[in-house]
């Protein structure tokens, strides 16, 4: 493959990730990433729909995100729908609608491909040796498991358990009650059956985490133990789970506008955080794991792997 630069748009069901990359035979630099905040799924995720306000949300995003690509004179444009447009009665009317009205053509990819191309993400930055390693990518919409090793991916499920789905779902006080934990985690354990019948057959002693959710987790853990460093500029950090643990307690104990203050705190993340708190800390010691890795590589990443493998 020629040195040629591509965009990646991944449309996720909270933000719209773009990533540009210029391609150089088997290798490839990112020149410029960037996220619109969509929230794609608000008040019709649960009724499998996505609303007019959302719809317009979206075409906003896309075309925000046009603007940058058009700087680096890209030479093709791949854009990924996952959970919120993937599950929505409406979710072709959407894509049929970019296309018009951009002319932008969106591929709707399956969870199993969500995951696998999660994987090829995850697997340029965390080293992959014989143990199995279990990948969780928590969404708005769906939450992708994956069980991986150097061999490739072992098991993988997607399962619609996303943030932006549970908030609407369970619509928790703020801040949240003990009660209600209890519901979303009993809630959690009666969906997630496979998953453990699959750390069964591969026992796993790390989790990692991808996502904006979990990015968020670190980078709040960091701000407080270590101050210097900027999260943003790293692609994966080993996060300790005491302090991951002075995190979560500090998130259920507040408002939203107490943790919109809260140092590291990404605020487009503020109403679905707690959420994706309980997640990580239920799946934690549910399955007793003893290790957290974050990793800022995913499906954008896995994205531009395939394209010069050239699987697309």
């Known amino acids: 493959m020629e040195k040629t630069r591509v965009a990646i748009i991944d449309l996720g069901t909270n ?7 210029e391609v150089n035979g088997s290798s490839y630099r990112i020149l410029a990433e960037s996220k619109y905040p969509v929230k794609l799924g608000k008040g019709g995720i649960n009724k499998a729909i996505i609303t007019e306000e959302a719809m317009e949300r979206g075409i906003e995003a896309l075309d925000s995100h046009l603007i ?3 700087e680096y004179n890209v030479a093709g444009i791949f854009c990924f729908a996952t959970s919120a447009i993937r599950s929505a009665t409406n979710g072709n009317s959407f894509v049929q609608r ?4 951009l002319g932008l053509p969106i591929r709707i990819i399956p969870g199993d491909e969500e995951a696998e191309t999660i994987f090829d993400g995850v697997k340029q930055v965390i080293p992959m040796a014989n143990d199995p390693v279990l990948i969780m990518d928590i969404g708005g919409g769906s939450i992708e498991f994956i069980i991986a090793n150097k061999t490739g991916v ?3 499920d997607s399962y619609n358990l996303g943030v932006a789905r549970l908030l609407e779902q369970f619509t928790p006080s703020d801040p949240i009650r003990v009660s209600e934990i209890s519901t979303i985690e009993k809630h959690l354990k ?3 059956g496979t998953l453990f019948e699959a750390v069964k057959r591969f026992p796993v002693k790390l989790l990692v985490g991808t996502s904006g959710s979990v990015d968020t987790l670190a980078s709040i853990v960091c701000k407080e133990r270590y101050p210097l460093l900027d999260i943003n500029k790293i692609t994966s950090l080993y996060i300790e789970l005491d302090g991951l643990e002075e995190a979560h307690n500090l998130l259920l104990s507040l408002n939203i506008d107490g943790r919109r203050v809260v140092p ?5 993340r503020v109403d679905t955080i707690v959420l994706a708190s309980i997640i990580v800390q239920w799946v934690l010691k549910e399955l007793k794991i003893q290790a957290l890795a974050m990793c800022a590589f995913a499906l954008k990443e896995g994205a531009i792997l395939q ?6």
């Open 15 to 21: 933000t719209f990730n773009l990533l540009v990359a």
């Open 154 to 156: 072992l098991w993988k």
């Open 307 to 312: 394209i010069i493998q050239s699987e697309f």
């Open 98 to 101: 970019v296309k018009q009205k």
């Open 68 to 70: 940058t690509t058009s």
């Open 190 to 192: 009666s969906q997630l």
């Open 264 to 268: 590291g705190m990404d605020p487009d």
